[in-house]
């Protein structure tokens, strides 16, 4: 490229220098002779490149497997950009269905919650099986914290109560509690028991 920009600098100085010339030399056989020089020495500025690229010097094969080369790294560099985004914008897009699939949870059981257990959701969140987007509504987890309705704003002590098949709870009055709950969520949800993690705050 550096080459091809240097050749035509070459030949526009020289058009330029062989126009003063014309215009600076009387009408004359000498003028004659000038542009018959000048004409022969364009001609070869012309060629010369020609001349260089036909030369034993010159490897077209090397020129163009470097060529190919260059063009092969950069349309793997576009691919690796477009799987890029293509991934970023799946992580959004499965991040915006689980946050729209918990609210619509949320909405559908807060109001039974209230009125069997009276207390409130504090937050949902929905770990799903597989990240296809397809098969998101398959759960390998439910978690439901929840906050009882009655519980003082000034109470100091916060009594939180788990149900986890892996660790056992020591408030069998609050485990009794908290296992109706995933009972009535497990069957008000049509899952399975055993995916539902409650985790209720309360008490007076």
Do not use: C
């Amino acid at each position: 490229m550096n080459y091809f920009s240097a050749w035509i600098t070459n030949i526009i100085l020289f058009l330029f220098l062989a126009i003063v010339v014309d215009m600076l030399l009387p009408n004359s056989n000498m003028k004659k002779y000038a542009k018959f020089v000048v004409g022969l020495l364009l001609i070869i500025i012309i060629i010369h490149p020609l001349m260089k690229f036909f030369s034993e010097d010159f490897n077209v094969e090397s020129i163009l497997r470097e060529i190919n080369w260059e063009y092969m790294t950069s349309e793997k560099e576009m691919e690796k950009l477009i799987e890029l985004k293509k991934k970023e914008i799946d992580a959004t897009q499965r991040a915006y269905i689980l946050e729209q699939m918990a609210v619509q949870l949320q909405k559908s059981v807060e109001k039974e919650l209230m009125e069997r257990f009276e207390v409130t959701i504090s937050s949902i969140e929905v770990i799903p099986k597989s990240d296809d987007p397809t098969q998101l509504n398959q759960w390998e987890m439910i978690s439901i914290q929840l906050q009882k309705a009655n519980e003082s704003q000034a109470a100091s002590t916060i009594e939180i109560v788990e149900i986890n098949t892996e660790r056992p709870l020591e408030n069998e009055v609050a485990k009794t509690e908290a296992m109706e709950i995933q009972s009535f969520l497990s069957d008000y949800l049509d899952v399975p028991k055993d995916i539902i993690h409650v985790v209720v705050k309360g008490g007076e």
